[in-house]
């Protein structure tokens, strides 16, 4: 008896004698001296039909089978005489694993996304999602794939960290401490004595640690968890998400927008190519343009346009836009989904954005009023990438750190790096949580993520 997946049972080529199948049923119907029982594994989005006749010895307790009841079927693989499917299996024998009750919450009917996430423990047994989560992990795979052949280093970078990245202050405490009966000086809590001696936070970005291996390693990449404490319940908004972010060791602002570009094109033309049966459900029930818009994003040359101009575009558009439009200030959703889906109607990277608004890190231009810094908006999403050549001058730098109010002594560590062997190098930070909003069709970030964390809500 063989064990084997659904997904290659129903792409077989020929009948198949004696196979083994584990998985959930989805509906049970009885006729005629027969039960038809459709199964599903998880390992793709059609389901297969069983034959059980009542000639089987446990005929009686297979008709009191389930909704989203557990069995292992034995029996042959073969030509299916009905419609809807190639295949069926004849079964030898039905082991029953589990029967669920009644008040299984995912019985055959529609549900909503909202109620879907009320039971995200159980939300990856419907098509959708586990359509969705499928894709999650083909596009975690396409990542690893495509900076494996370019030659990049994959690189674990710290998700506890004494460094705030961005400078926002929007960050998770992460302590051992009783804070209600800890000492406070001047309002500000003494962290001495906690588990590392200071005050310790979970990471918003992985950048800054990518930074000191591309400097040592060459062009080099993490993806991994982050995390901000930012009060926001938008749809693109979670306290906890993952990024890809990166690095090119002796790569200009140039090398970085070409590298995002690249990086988009691959991963949309991955997703046309290896998630096709999975896309197919998200083309006909979420978005009926998702085959078209991957279709331009993989196949497009990315318009390349300066900030400066940028503004000039959106200034003399004729719309209104409900945030004012004008140099020194950063471009909001409204504006990034104009340039991308109705300006230019393709993806854009926007770059040379004000000093003024950009993180201390970023390369300052000659012009001393810009920075080398590039986002990459695409039609549907808006911002997906947003990245930077980073300020290897040690000068210009801890000048900037100044600016930004940042303790000098709290990143001796990473001056060093512009102290010791410093070169021109770039790197960006790509949502994956976006990417799979873009693959999908998907509007809501909660749906893309198998336990959101947002403001308010830790289940599960």
Same mark, same amino acid.
């Given at each position: 008896m063989k064990k084997c997946k659904l997904l290659s049972l129903l792409n077989s080529d020929a009948p198949l004698d004696n196979v083994l199948i584990n998985g959930w049923v989805r509906t049970r119907r009885d006729s005629g001296g027969f039960s038809f029982i459709e199964i599903n594994d998880g390992s793709c989005l059609k389901n297969a039909q069983i034959i059980a006749d009542k000639n089987l010895p446990n005929y009686d307790d297979i008709k009191k089978i389930s909704t989203g009841s557990a069995v292992t079927v034995s029996g042959d693989l073969v030509e299916s005489k009905g419609g809807g499917q190639k295949w069926e299996i004849r079964a030898k024998k039905i082991d029953i694993i589990s029967i669920a009750p009644d008040s299984y919450p995912l019985q055959k009917k529609r549900h909503t996304d909202e109620y879907l996430r009320t039971i995200a423990h159980l939300r990856p047994r419907t098509n959708k999602y586990g359509a969705a989560f499928r894709i999650r992990s =083909?596009?975690?795979f396409a990542i690893h794939k495509f900076y494996k052949d370019i030659g990049f280093k994959y690189i674990h970078t710290p998700i506890i960290t004494g460094s705030d990245c961005e *400078?926002? *202050?929007?960050m998770f405490k992460v302590t051992v401490m009783d804070l209600d009966k800890t000492s406070k000086s001047d309002g500000k809590t003494d962290f001495s004595s906690d588990f590392f001696g200071k005050a310790a936070k979970l990471t918003v970005s992985g950048q800054l640690s990518a930074e000191m291996f591309a400097l040592a390693l060459g062009d080099v990449y993490t993806f991994g968890p982050t995390f901000r404490a930012e009060n926001s319940n938008t749809r693109k908004h979670a306290a906890e998400f993952w990024m890809l972010e990166p690095e090119i060791a002796f790569g200009d602002i140039n090398d970085n927008m070409e590298l995002g570009e690249e990086t988009i094109k691959y991963l949309a033309g991955y997703a046309l190519a290896e998630c096709s049966d999975d896309l197919e459900l998200f083309a006909k029930y979420v978005d009926n343009n998702l085959y078209k818009n991957l279709e331009l994003i993989a196949s497009s040359d990315f318009v390349r346009l300066p900030y400066e101009e940028a503004v000039k575009i959106l200034a003399e558009s004729g719309k209104k836009f409900e945030y004012e439009v004008s140099f020194g200030k950063d471009l909001q959703s409204e504006h990034e989904h104009f340039l991308a889906e109705e300006h230019f109607n393709k993806p854009v990277i926007v770059y040379n954005y004000p000093k003024s608004i950009k993180p201390f890190y970023m390369r300052v231009n000659d012009d001393g009023r810009t920075v080398a810094a590039m986002d990459i908006l695409v039609p549907g999403i808006g911002e997906l990438i947003g990245g930077s050549q980073r300020?290897? /001058?040690l000068d210009v730098l801890e000048s900037r750190m100044d600016e930004s109010g940042l303790s000098k002594k709290d990143y001796w560590w990473y001056l060093d790096s512009r102290r010791f062997g410093?070169?021109?190098?770039?790197? #960006?930070?790509? *949502?994956?949580? /976006?990417?799979?909003?873009?693959?999908? *069709?998907?509007?809501?970030? /909660? =749906?893309?993520?198998?336990?959101? /964390?947002?403001?308010?809500?830790?289940? #599960?």
């Open positions: =083909d596009m975690s *400078g926002a *202050g929007e300020e290897e /001058r410093t070169v021109p190098h770039s790197g #960006f930070g790509l *949502g994956f949580e /976006r990417l799979l909003m873009l693959v999908t *069709g998907i509007k809501n970030i /909660r =749906d893309v993520i198998p336990f959101p /964390r947002t403001p308010g809500s830790i289940e #599960f």
